[in-house]
């Protein structure tokens, strides 16, 4: 291990990890450098865009205000670890199909915090995913498809709820 | 129709949602070095040194440039920009120095290591302040740069660095004819692209020369030839990978990152390196949009007629001129808004100031235009007592009319402004006369209206190109050089192949990146000209397939190549469909039963330059700009909270003629962000300075943008007015959901507030000082 770096053992979509990491290394940058998935982005250092949100233990975080150590013993979801291209998570499919993204930059980031909004509220209103969806920015769509995506999404996830039961 | 018009989702978007889609800065490789910039904390100094020695001896330093390693002078029309500040910074921000490390912290470290001394100079903090006889110079070498793009008219001595002009028709009797006049200044800061990917560049110099860049820029052609220019590289020797790009907005046409990253690769023997913007720097040091000081008058008959108008703007282009005076061509030559207006005298100056560099922003000087126009349209129809809405209706271009620099109109270049004003109306529910309503204790409701138009002013020779292979199996690649930021300008070309093949959209594949070495040039992906100018070649290189897959058809059919048709991924006679030959069988050639072989890879090519455009005359402006208009309207309508004059954007409406709409989905998401934008500009953005020129709010936590939540309800339509000489009729819209918003904004605030708002962002505080008469 190099000097002054920490052990991290971190399972990340399903995968277990065990590096050493610099303390002063970002989840974030843990995530896109030492691991190379680079679907969670950075847009600005200071927890304001969000494109670099993830599931952290199941919660949505900024994964650039979370530093690596911190996630020991954690279980982190990115972006690569919702869904396949065969089996796209509901919420990829409904902003695939919506138009839910432009430049899609802040898109995995915006998905991440979708699938955390819809854990705490399968059902919500047009102005519960605008409160939401609060902490990430997009800069190309104005939003208003992003909340069909989410609100498709959201029925999405209910018919597949309802196929689960009836199996 | 089998593909256009129809709203196929995006070619790229399952990479997009999947996580796998890569970004420039996505790509990271084993032995990489790290760039970094140290940037200035002055908007206005002489450097007394640069003490690099103590950085050199840093942990992993590997090399420090400073301006004096750079010999060239940088700049799209006029060279003025060092690439690192040498003896006097222009702006806060500057690059001062450039450190290439092993790691970006120990780059990052040693940067701050440089020992920098200013002696300060006097800041110049407006244009209006910078056009002053007398004001501090900040470029008392104007009169030795080169010109490297005409028409560019600076002015020795002075911080006026260019102007363009529109002398139009009879000013006196103009102003005899006017029977009302009304005035106002109107003011518009700088803005920031923001887009959510930071610009980045990475450069390595192989040993044969060959400099291998990696940017997300929105030029990369643009790129390869300045590059070649500024080092003497051979053109083909620069080769140029844009990847997916994470938004620009005109922010990534600027080639600047490039050519510090080259240097630096330079530096360390050819090695890869790799400069990123942090969010700090993409706003303080990489250009923003222009702000402006502008003064109108406008003439009008009693009934409504428009008669004389005169205009003068200040750009605030700040340190350096980049596209600014492209952007001062384009305010001119549409000065009017989409207005007859038979006297019209124009003056655009670019004023140097000690802010930051300004560049392209969607809308080209379109939303300054507008801004102007529309909102003394709103003090005439006040002043004459009539409905804005109808004042606009009586004036509006039609075809016959001519533009500020004479152009003749048709109906195909202009479109039908009128009926994109009346359906906006319709959509937000205008009521004649334009009254606040009070709908609770302290608050009222108002509507504002405002309309636009555009057109490329791009430069007459802006080509593009497009090259198709058929693969075995009969489906077509397609290459272009249009870069995806957004606007799905791949999809869109993918669109107009497959509807001119007849074959369905799955069956063409088209590239999401751009590399200047194998894809055919597309001038810049600017000026919303994707579908026409891409398109048109498009076209061309499907005519050119269909031409050979007829020839090796007409030889299997044993017909003349003129009875035959292509579609459903088959040449067809034209009178027994049943007789075919697929496109599988004849795409790499026809083989007959015994074995010999005709024909060969389908491979067609279609190239596209601008056709009748002209520079604008220096002294009258006359000249055409583009190939044809985009017209249309917005509307918008506000809660004004008359106590701490708070509100809240309740819906907005557009409609504009898209002449076709290719893709509706993409086309009203397109249309609804660029609303987005104009509504944060008019609402809260804006690049703040100190006194002392001092970026206040360069990052995104005081830069502010529309989030989540702020968003109004969006009505998008179109009007479809075909623009013939377009594929499919369709007409620009990139930008043109951005240009009248701000304006909207601002004339449903000032019915609201009862003030006129002529300055924006209209932030409460703004409003309540308009309301009270207190200037800053």
Redesign the interface.
């Known amino acids: 291990m190099r000097e002054g770096w920490e052990p991290l053992k971190i399972t990340v979509n399903g995968v277990q990890h065990a590096l050493s990491v610099e303390p ?1 290394a970002l989840l974030s940058e843990y995530l ?2 030492e691991l ?6 950075v ?7 969000g ?1 670099c949100t993830v599931l952290l233990d199941g919660k949505a975080v900024k994964s650039c205000t979370v530093l690596a150590v911190q996630a020991e013993g954690s279980e982190v979801t ?3 670890g919702i ?3 065969d089996d ?1 998570h509901a919420v ?2 409904a ?5 839910g ?8 980031g915006v ?1 991440m915090a979708a699938i955390g909004l819809l854990q705490e509220r399968p059902h919500p209103t047009e ?1 519960e ?3 939401g ?2 902490g ?11 909340v069909r995506a989410v609100q498709d999404a959201a029925g999405r996830l209910a018919a597949e709820q309802d196929r689960a039961v009836g199996d | 129709m089998t593909a256009v018009g129809e709203s196929v989702r995006r070619k790229e978007a399952e990479n997009k949602v999947s996580g796998a889609a890569k970004y420039n800065d996505d790509f990271t490789v084993p032995g990489m070095l790290y760039a970094t910039l140290r940037t200035s904390t002055k908007a206005h100094a002489t450097l007394r040194f640069v003490d690099k020695r103590k950085a050199l001896q840093m942990p992993g330093v590997r090399a420090v440039l400073l301006g004096e390693d750079a010999k060239v002078l940088c700049g799209e029309v006029l060279a003025d920009r060092p690439p690192l500040a040498k003896g006097r910074v222009r702006y806060s921000g500057e690059p001062i120095a450039l450190v290439v490390a092993d790691s970006e912290a120990q780059a990052m470290a040693a940067a701050a290591a440089i020992d920098i001394a200013y002696d300060p100079l006097p800041v110049v903090n407006s244009p209006l302040e910078a056009a002053k006889p007398g004001a501090p110079v900040i470029h008392p070498e104007l009169g030795s740069y080169t010109k490297e793009q005409s028409p560019i008219y600076p002015q020795a001595g002075t911080n006026i660095c260019d102007s363009a002009h529109i002398r139009k028709g009879d000013m006196a009797r103009g102003w005899q004819e006017a029977e009302v006049v009304v005035e106002g200044d109107f003011t518009l800061p700088q803005i920031d692209h923001a887009a959510m990917e930071t610009r980045s560049a990475r450069v390595e110099i192989l040993p044969d020369g060959r400099v291998q860049v990696f940017s997300s820029t929105q030029a990369p052609f643009e790129v390869q030839k300045l590059l070649s220019k500024y080092f003497a590289v051979p053109q083909g020797q620069v080769v140029v990978s844009t990847p997916l790009v994470g938004g620009a907005f005109g922010g990534k046409t600027s080639v600047n990152l490039e050519v510090l990253a080259y240097m630096a690769s330079k530096a360390v023997g050819g090695r890869l390196v790799r400069l990123a913007n942090t969010r700090e720097q993409d706003i303080a040091t990489s250009p923003v949009g222009v702000g402006m000081q502008a003064r109108m008058k406008l003439g009008a008959t009693r009934d409504g007629r428009l008669a004389a108008a005169e205009m003068a703007y200040w750009l605030d282009t700040g340190a350096y001129t980049d596209s600014t005076p492209r952007v001062a061509r384009a305010i001119a030559a549409n000065c009017t808004g989409p207005y007859r207006v038979p006297n019209v005298h124009c003056d655009v100056n670019v004023v140097y100031t000690n802010h930051v560099f300004t560049t392209a922003y969607r809308g080209f000087g379109h939303i300054n235009l507008t801004f102007t126009v529309e909102r003394i349209m709103e003090k005439l129809a006040h002043a004459l007592g009539v409905d804005p809405l109808e004042l606009r209706k009586r004036n509006v271009l039609e075809p016959g009319d001519t533009t500020p620099t004479t152009v003749r109109l048709t109906r195909s270049n202009l479109g039908d402004t009128a009926k994109c004003l009346e359906r906006t109306a319709e959509l937000i529910g205008w009521t004649p006369g334009s009254h606040a309503e009070r709908i609770g204790p302290h608050t009222v409701r108002a509507h504002g209206i405002a309309a636009f138009w555009k057109t490329s002013s791009s430069p007459p020779d802006a080509i593009s190109g497009a090259l198709i292979t058929m693969n075995k199996d009969g489906t077509m690649n397609l290459a272009t050089g249009t870069v995806e930021f957004g606007a799905g300008t791949k999809t869109t070309a993918a669109q107009i192949l497959a509807e001119r093949m007849g074959m369905d959209v799955d069956q063409i594949h088209i590239h999401s990146d751009v590399n200047t070495k194998v894809d055919p040039e597309h001038w810049k992906t600017v000026a919303s000209m994707s579908t026409y100018m891409s398109g048109r070649a498009v076209l061309e290189a499907a005519e050119d397939v269909i031409r050979q897959l007829k020839s090796v058809a007409a030889t299997v059919l044993r017909c003349p190549p003129a009875d035959l048709e292509v579609g459903g991924g088959r040449v067809y006679l034209r009178d027994d469909p049943q007789q075919y030959v697929a496109f599988k069988d004849i795409a790499h050639g026809y083989k007959y039963q015994e074995g010999d072989s005709i024909g060969g890879q389908v491979m067609g090519r279609g190239s596209f330059i601008m056709r009748h455009l002209t520079l604008l005359d220096q002294k009258t402006g006359q000249g055409r700009p583009g190939p044809a208009w985009t017209v249309g309207a917005t509307a918008v309508e506000v809660d004004l909270d008359t106590r701490d004059f708070t509100y809240r954007i309740r819906r907005a409406a557009t409609v504009m003629d898209a002449g076709k709409v290719i893709n509706p989905r993409t086309a009203r998401g397109v249309v609804m962000g660029g609303m987005n934008m104009g509504l944060g500009y008019g609402s809260r953005e804006s690049m703040l300075y100190s006194d002392q020129g001092e970026v206040l709010n360069g990052q995104l936590r005081l830069y502010k943008l529309m989030r989540y939540g702020e968003q109004p309800e969006y009505l998008v339509d179109f009007v479809e007015t075909p623009q013939v000489d377009s594929p499919y009729g369709a007409r620009p819209i990139g930008e043109h959901g951005n240009l009248a918003a701000p304006a909207a904004l601002a004339n449903a605030l000032s019915v609201a507030a009862g003030v006129p708002i002529d300055e924006l962002p209209a932030t409460p505080e703004h409003i309540w000082r308009a309301t009270k008469g207190v200037h800053r």
Do not use: K
């Open positions: 002063r896109r450098e190379g998935l680079t679907g969670t982005h847009g600005c250092d200071t927890s304001q865009c494109a990115t972006v690569e869904g396949s291209v796209l990829q499919a902003f695939w199909d919506r138009h993204l432009q430049c899609g930059f802040c898109t995995p998905m102005e995913i605008r409160a969806l609060d990430v920015i997009c800069r190309c769509t104005g939003y208003q498809n992003i």
